[in-house]
């Protein structure tokens, strides 16, 4: 949808923003639901996060990112029809309302799945979205606090407004505008980001893990999902399920991965949101790259080290269909030689279901156990 949209020049949208902010105040203001101070603090936390991304704004009108959008995707306006979710009731009848940054159009879809407690969706939602659209886009993940807040604060009116109609749920609806206000309260203060790094030998289910714990890494929707395997497909220029050949495995190439996936990560950091890099880590060299990473940045790292038997980690690559792995069983064989050194990170025991090694990595981050010392 967005790649086919036709874009537009981004100044009159990038200077609506402000007037859009206030419109929200006004709004919820006169819906007289809302704590009145908690409505301004919104109004200028959002005003201040404007002055911050104005400039990047304005270079994503440049670079072509400002385009006719659907303009209202909400997950009403999205129907699952033969397993294939279709847009409709897009914004037909104001051009300009409906002229925005791609990203204000993704943001909708995102904060309304966070909405409705479907963390996983809206993480997967936009880890699909930046792996199918221009790198750019890493650069501009600053952009979604802001936007996903307004996007909440419209719905909080929108709710509201249904109390006017006869027969109206009250309580129902009050309840759901209180909900989608706290969120654009919590949306436009996103913590501070962190670094997750997922190492661990083939087969011990580091993909799996890592797309299950990202979810649960602020700032919402959860941490962007990095993954060595797909930055070397990338690097060939072959299909994510292309099977590469060993000559796509010497040092120097997985060093250029490494490298590729770090330099990923500081993007995403720089932009204060969270990066889980899914790797297999085996070397000492790889690990401290990304301590150091951690530390250029001032953001916390937390290292999780998946392990699990040989058979096991076997029997996982032989039932394994469709992923982006190369790994072979006598792949996994073999890196059982491999000399891992010092691990500072946390082991993490992957021999158990999926739900285990998740509460264990969850477990793992919580007490601290992850954190690698200077
Ligand atoms: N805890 C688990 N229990 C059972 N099967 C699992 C578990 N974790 C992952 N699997 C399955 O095992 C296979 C390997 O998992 P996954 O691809 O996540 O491993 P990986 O560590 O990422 O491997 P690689 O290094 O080759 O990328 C997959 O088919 C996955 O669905
Ligand atoms: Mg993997």
Redesign the pocket.
């Known amino acids: 949808w967005h790649a086919a949209a036709t874009r537009a020049d981004g100044e009159a949208w990038v200077s609506s923003i402000p007037a859009l902010i206030d419109g929200n105040s006004d709004g919820l203001r006169a819906g007289g639901h809302f704590n009145t101070e908690d409505i301004e603090r919104l109004g200028k936390a959002s005003h201040e996060a404007y002055l911050r991304i104005r400039p990047l704004l304005a270079e994503r009108g440049r670079q072509g990112f400002v385009r006719r959008c659907h303009g209202d995707l909400h997950l009403a306006n999205i129907a699952l029809i033969d397993d294939q979710p279709v847009l409709f009731d897009a914004i037909e009848f104001d051009a300009q309302m409906a002229t925005v940054d791609v990203f204000y159009d993704l943001a909708f879809t995102l904060m309304d799945l966070l909405q409705h407690d479907q963390l996983r969706a809206a993480n997967t939602a936009l880890n699909r979205y930046l792996a199918a659209t221009p790198a750019d886009n890493l650069d501009a993940l600053s952009v979604l606090p802001l936007f996903m807040s307004i996007r909440a604060a419209i719905r909080a009116q929108v709710a509201l407004a249904r109390l006017k109609r006869p027969h109206s749920d009250r309580p129902g609806i009050v309840d759901e505008a209180q909900r989608y206000f706290d969120l654009a309260r919590m949306l436009i203060r996103p913590p501070a980001p962190r670094l997750i790094a997922v190492g661990?030998?083939?087969?011990?289910?580091?993909?799996?893990?890592?797309y299950a714990l990202a979810p649960f890494v602020a700032p919402q929707p959860g941490a962007v999902v990095l993954r060595s395997?797909l930055v070397r497909k990338q690097m060939f220029g072959v299909e994510d399920t292309h099977r590469l050949p060993p000559s796509a495995y010497t040092p120097e190439v997985t060093a250029h991965v490494y490298d590729t996936l770090a330099q990923h990560a500081r993007r995403v950091l720089a932009q204060g949101h969270s990066a889980l890099i899914?790797g297999?880590f085996a070397r000492e060299d790889e690990r401290d790259a990304i301590a150091a990473l951690a530390r250029e940045r001032n953001v916390s790292l937390n290292g999780l080290f998946?392990v699990?038997d040989l058979a096991t980690?076997q029997a996982?690559?032989g039932?394994?269909?469709g992923?982006?792995?190369?790994?072979t069983q006598e792949?996994a064989a073999l890196q059982e030689h491999y000399k891992i050194g010092h691990v500072g990170w946390a082991t993490i025991d992957?021999?158990?279901?999926?739900a285990?090694?998740l509460q264990n990595c969850r477990n793992a981050i919580a007490k601290g156990q992850t954190t690698q010392p200077d």
Not at 200 to 210: D, E, M, N
């Open positions: 661990g030998l083939s087969g011990t289910g580091k993909t799996v893990l890592a395997d899914d297999v998946l699990a980690r996982r690559i039932s394994r269909r992923d982006a792995s190369d790994a792949v992957a021999s158990g279901t999926e285990q090694t």
